[in-house]
């Protein structure tokens, strides 16, 4: 109901009447009485009503959409000072909405609209004024001006100039001189999203994430993330898609996250595609399928906001063809599209062109191939690809005839520089091997300054990271004192370390087994020389007899069961070795331990003749040629004879045996050995047995033995105390 005295008025030309009567058929939807009240008010100059008109002819309300009349309109209000037709302006500017777009006449008008009273203050004039401060259009960048601007808009509770304050703050602008502040970051996200921005639900997300302003957790990143999503945002439905992709704080559900990333991919989100391109190519819950594979990743680079991203879809689709994964292989469409990518900046594409001109594309070889190799993996390496960066050093350093991968002595040396800049940048990116061979040139002072500190520093660092090479390479200098002082312990360790990450490193269980050989540990040293023999190392096998017979013989007298159990282990290595037809190298050193071995069994036998007969073991012996050997097996038959109570010119072999291998044993007895044979022969000597008694030659042979650092000179100590002095100048033995 039109109010009588308001038509009156407005018939009659009062144009704020005007104005009125047409704000009253606009709200009743009748445009087309609105419209021309709006004209008679805004002819008369009624600045309000020619915004409105303007508004009215950009929307087609009422009227023909004429964007020529919406324009004139909207300046007409602007040039009045109307803050509302200022920012319209601005905004058909800004956004170049059916007119040229100028960003320096939107930056005039909206700075135009922020020169009004407060009550005509506009929120979305100050987040576009801000946009252009920050980005420099059509004005000069001014971060902090932008900042200003954003504040006043956030006062006013504009959600996305919160956003924008929120997402300066947390990753900060060093150019512009704004710190990073993650938790004043997090408050603007938090109060944006309250106000129901999906962008700022999304970023309070990756804030509970990572722990960004305020203390992690992942299962409130999960509920912003689900609220993002709700909202309909694509970076919220992309990364709940990614937590269920990869099962982070929920458990994995590759249907949820395709459904979530299809919707993400439906509003733009380009690495959504690509993840589902990732879902189809692996089958995730959904029937392998490489040709939809290869149309998500068709779309990723259609929509990919960079030459990066649409690089890296040809990337991938470039993989199928080339090898042939659900696709008819074919290589060199595959070349094409690597090529492609490659010069549009994908690293990964870079790389494997580096790859492909060494080995399919170089056929026939040539130092062309090469320098289009190493082309490629320095463009990889400028791009931050670690490996690439590695590989660009590795082909930098190639030899040939004349060096032929340059062109002059000058452009070789430039080669090398530039290759010794990517070796340090590989290393410094964690490159284990880059790092192994950077801390050898420090070492060494090839390419680089000698440094040796420097250079084993890094190459710890490799090694604690797991490059095994690196652990054996500290390890070997460790144990040489080659360039470092010398540290048997960590030598130890190191090698260790390698065994705990390649338990079948025989190499380092063989330089285990000398290490505590040289440190007189046998029992350790025969443990590792096992471990590699059991691998098939010969030489370890050898060595693993070697530390057992030693082990043997420490604990023969001392440790009978131990020292049997370490024979009998070196015993059955030996054989082990003699029996390999298949290989001859060390048959000579188990022919002469293999004596040895049967002279220890032997001896524990001879003490302990419940464990089994000696006379095997010492026979073999002796025909070997050990001596003391035929020392045991006389006192073994004097023994029998005692036992049967036989006369005493029945133990004349037995004397024999024992004295003339005394006599041709040549100093080669040990103490122990030597303290038992003169013992043996003084028990012979005192009683008669086998030969006349002789009591001054028994108390000489007992000195002998008594002289011994032996355990069995106390017995020969005893037998002395029972001799005295006779008339004749000799020695007699009282029997008690």
């Known amino acids: 109901m039109i109010d009588n005295q308001l038509l009156s008025q407005a018939q009659n030309g009062d144009a704020e009447a005007q104005h009125q009567l047409a704000e009253i058929y606009y709200d009743q939807e009748d445009y087309g009485n609105a419209v021309q009240w709006y004209i008679k008010a805004a002819e008369q100059g009624h600045a309000v009503a020619q915004k409105d008109l303007g508004f009215m002819y950009d929307t087609s309300k009422g009227v023909e959409y004429s964007v020529e009349k919406a324009m004139f309109w909207y300046e007409k209000a602007a040039r009045q000072g109307n803050a509302k037709a200022q920012r319209n302006l601005a905004m058909k500017y800004y956004n170049g909405n059916n007119v040229p777009q100028d960003y320096e006449k939107a930056v005039y008008w909206f700075e135009k609209a922020t020169e009004y009273k407060e009550k005509q203050k506009d929120s979305d004039t100050y987040f576009y004024l801000g946009v252009c401060y920050k980005d420099g259009s059509g004005c000069t960048a001014n971060v902090l001006k932008a900042i200003e601007m954003w504040q006043i808009a956030s006062d006013m509770d504009d959600d996305a100039a919160m956003y924008q304050l929120g997402s300066l703050y947390c990753y900060g602008n060093d150019e512009a001189g704004v710190e990073q502040d993650q938790t004043k970051a997090f408050l603007y996200f938090e109060k944006s999203a309250m106000l129901g921005r999906g962008g700022s639900m999304e970023m309070l997300g990756e804030c509970y994430k990572n722990g960004w302003g ?7 990143a ?13 970076y919220g439905q992309f990364e709940l898609g990614s937590c269920y992709f990869f099962g982070e704080g929920v458990e994995q559900d590759f249907t949820k996250a395709r459904e979530l990333f299809e919707k993400s991919a439906q509003e733009g989100h380009e690495l959504a595609l690509e993840l589902l391109g990732v879902i189809y190519e692996d089958g995730l819950a959904v029937q392998r399928d490489i040709p939809k594979a290869i149309e998500y990743y068709e ?11 649409w690089s890296r879809g040809q ?11 659900g696709v008819i292989q074919d290589k060199e469409k595959a070349f094409e599209l690597f090529t492609l990518a490659a010069d549009a900046g994908d690293s990964d ?11 399919e594309r170089n056929d026939p070889p040539s130092i062309e191939n090469i320098k289009k190799s190493i082309h490629y993996f320095f463009m990889a390496s400028e791009q931050g690809n670690v490996g690439a960066a590695y590989m660009a050093y590795q082909l930098s350093i190639m030899d040939g005839d004349g060096d032929p991968i340059a062109n002059s002595e000058e452009e070789l040396q430039q080669l090398r520089v530039r290759g010794i800049r990517s070796l340090i940048f590989a290393a410094e990116n964690g490159h284990q091997t880059a790092q192994l061979e950077l801390g050898k040139r420090y070492i060494n002072g090839m390419g680089v300054p000698y440094n040796a500190q420097e250079g084993f520093r890094i190459i710890t660092h490799s090694a604690e990271n797991g490059n095994t090479d690196a652990m054996i390479y500290l390890a ?17 360790h190191w090698f260790k370390a ?8 025989d190499k380092a269980m063989v330089e285990l ?3 505590y050989q040289d440190e007189n540990k046998p029992i350790d040293a025969a443990e590792y020389f096992a471990k590699a023999g059991g691998l098939g190392n010969k030489y370890a096998s050898v060595m693993a007899v070697f530390n057992y017979t030693i082990i043997g013989s420490i604990f023969l007298y001392e440790d009978p069961g131990f020292s049997f159990e370490n024979y009998q282990n070196a015993l059955r290595w030996n054989y082990e070795i003699l029996n390999d037809d298949t290989d001859d190298t060390f048959k000579n050193e188990c022919i002469e331990n293999l004596s040895e071995i049967q002279l220890g069994l032997g001896t524990i036998l001879y003490f302990e003749e419940d464990k089994g007969d000696a006379r095997p073991y010492l026979s073999r012996a002796s025909q070997a040629g050990l001596k003391f050997a035929d020392v045991l097996l006389g006192e073994l038959e004097a023994r029998e004879l005692t036992a049967q109570r036989r006369p005493k010119h029945d133990f004349v072999n037995a004397f024999n045996t024992i004295y003339n291998a005394i006599r041709s044993s040549a100093g080669t007895f040990s103490s122990d050995q030597t303290a038992l044979a003169y013992s043996f022969l003084g028990d012979k000597l005192i009683w008669g047995l086998g030969t006349e008694k002789n009591d001054t030659f028994a108390y000489e042979n007992y000195s002998i033995a008594a002289q011994q650092n032996s355990r069995f000179a106390n017995f020969a100590n005893k037998r002395l105390t029972n001799f005295r002095r006779n008339s004749f100048g000799g020695y007699e033995y009282i029997h008690n």
Do not use: C
């Open 214 to 220: 305020v203390p992690a957790s992942i299962e409130n």
């Open 222 to 234: 999960i509920y912003w993330y689900e609220k993002s999503a709700e909202t309909g945002n694509s």
């Open 299 to 309: 779309a990723y680079s259609r929509e990919a906001s960079s030459n990066i991203g």
């Open 315 to 325: 990337y991938k689709i470039a993989l199928f063809y080339h090898d042939g994964n």
């Open 349 to 359: 594409a870079q790389s494997k062109l580096g790859v492909l001109y060494m080995t």
């Open 476 to 492: 070997v200098h460790y144990r040489e004192g080659d360039k470092i002082e010398k540290n048997v312990e960590l030598a130890i």
């Open 498 to 505: 390698v065994l705990e990450a390649n338990p079948n490193e």
């Open 513 to 515: 087994g000398r290490l």
